[in-house]
T-cell receptor, first 114, second 116 residues
Framework: AQSVTQLDSQVPVFEEAPVELRCNYS??????LFWYVQYPNQGLQLLLK??????LVKGINGFEAEFNKSQTSFHLRKPSVHISDTAEYFC????????????FGSGTQLTVLP | DSGVTQTPKHLITATGQRVTLRCSPR?????VYWYQQSLDQGLQFLIQ???????AKGNILERFSAQQFPDLHSELNLSSLELGDSALYFC???????????????FGEGSRLTVL
């Protein structure tokens, strides 16, 4: 079975500083990888996804993630965060051969401080 | 706005009661997924329907059931409610037009259930 580990439950960072949110997955097969963001009192919104091809994936709002197969990681980065990036971020994995349900990590609360 | 509509947004009920949560997927989406989000369990996949048929089942309790109707809307029925069922219940939909099996889901804003 697939699993996703988000190593940090809370990440505080000052505005305009860089940030990295870590995600590791466990799967014996090829996977699709996703980062979703959840703003307060809202549903989840897709930030970016890796399906195949280039290991560096760019998403919305200036975020990017790098797929590292040898380390089974898919860390999310942003070079300069804004107050509006404060939200919970979820890493997720799906098996291309499955019925497409996503397995989510436990989430990382990113808090951007002024 | 994801295009996925969930009602009600908030629901407060008592233990032992039964509730129904409703989801309208994005126009044209054939798949509907239900997820439960709670502080202790995180986001848990409950069940998926595709064009009216159950496609996959996750950590869904026997007290819970779901269905997808011919107009593609879905309902999640929660019965004999317990305090631990208090959570945010998300519906998501996806489209077979989205380049195949990409796994991208579009989420509603959720229904917050409080069991007292």
């Amino acid at each position: 079975a697939q699993s996703v580990t988000q190593l940090d439950s809370q990440v505080p960072v000052f505005e305009e500083a860089p940030v990295e949110l870590r995600c590791n997955y466990s799967s014996s097969v090829s996977v699709y990888l996703f980062w979703y963001v959840q703003y307060p009192n809202q549903g989840l919104q897709l930030l970016l996804k890796y399906l195949s091809g280039s290991t560096l994936v760019k998403g919305i709002n200036g975020f990017e993630a790098e797929f590292n197969k040898s380390q089974t990681s898919f860390h999310l980065r942003k070079p300069s965060v804004h107050i509006s990036d404060t939200a919970e971020y979820f890493c997720a994995v799906s098996d291309p051969g499955s019925a497409r349900q996503l397995t989510f990590g436990s989430g990382t609360q990113l808090t951007v401080l002024p | 706005d994801s295009g996925v509509t969930q009602t009600p947004k908030h629901l407060i009920t008592a233990t032992g009661q039964r509730v129904t949560l409703r989801c309208s997927p994005r126009s044209g989406d054939l798949s509907v997924y239900w997820y439960q989000q709670s502080l202790d369990q995180g986001l848990q996949f409950l069940i998926q329907y595709y064009n009216g048929e159950e496609r996959a089942k996750g950590n869904i309790l026997e007290r819970f059931s779901a269905q997808q109707f011919p107009d593609l809307h879905s309902e999640l029925n929660l019965s004999s409610l317990e305090l631990g069922d208090s959570a945010l219940y998300f519906c998501a939909s996806s489209s077979p037009r989205a380049g195949g099996n990409t796994g991208e889901l579009f989420f509603g804003e959720g229904s917050r259930l409080t069991v007292l």
